[in-house]
């Protein structure tokens, strides 16, 4: 085995932890030099184990990774356990997204209520951080603006990661 590539080792260590179909399996970065193609693969070969009863513990820095392959998540700072939650709880809390195009030279302007939500503009563009529970009003409002373009995108798992981070910073005695 000496002689194989990263990937290599890496898809048989795998092979060799999913080949006896077993109860539990502990994984480490599994997809740590995988090229996409085997990592789809293994995210594939994650869901058959699970929809078979199989317990996955996966262990990663690759939050997008973990958001696509996990139901649950501990996240650990400095040694302790910050929380056990679902994913989708997670991201859910979390404010969405909205990001908004204007007319070509509209630049910034303003957005009426929607101001509240500290705007950050871009050329004709601008992205709004909007709590889950204000999103159809504050939608209702801005699509009364001379849009071509609007999108809303749920938080990450790496926002929510953020977002524990953070909060346990401002928590702490400087």
């Known amino acids: ?15 060799q932890a999913l080949q006896h179909d077993p109860r539990l399996v ?12 085997v990592q789809e693969t293994f995210f594939e070969l994650l869901e058959e184990a699970t929809a078979a009863g199989r317990t996955v513990l996966l262990s990663s820095h690759v939050l997008p990774e973990v958001q696509r392959a996990c139901g649950r998540v501990a ?3 400095d040694g ?6 679902r994913v989708a ?21 303003p ?3 929607a101001d509240q939500w500290s705007p950050q503009w ?34 990450g798992l790496d926002e929510a990661f953020l977002d524990l981070y953070r909060e346990g910073d401002a928590g702490e005695e400087p």
Request: no cysteine; proline share 5%.
């Open 80 to 85: 302790r356990l910050v929380t056990v939650e």
């Open 89 to 109: 709880a997670l991201r859910e809390a979390r404010a969405r997204r909205i990001r908004l195009t204007f007319d070509d030279g509209a630049g910034p302007q």
């Open 111 to 113: 957005l009426g209520r």
């Open 122 to 155: 871009s050329g004709d563009r601008v992205e709004l951080l909007v709590p889950p529970s204000e999103v159809v009003d504050a939608l209702r409002g801005l699509l009364e603006l001379a849009l071509v373009d609007v999108t809303v995108e749920e938080a």
């Open 26 to 37: 502990v994984l480490d970065e599994p997809t740590e030099g995988l090229d996409p193609l």
């Open 1 to 15: 085995m000496g002689e194989y590539s990263r990937g290599m080792k890496q898809k048989l260590g795998l092979v």
């Open 75 to 77: 996240i650990v700072r």
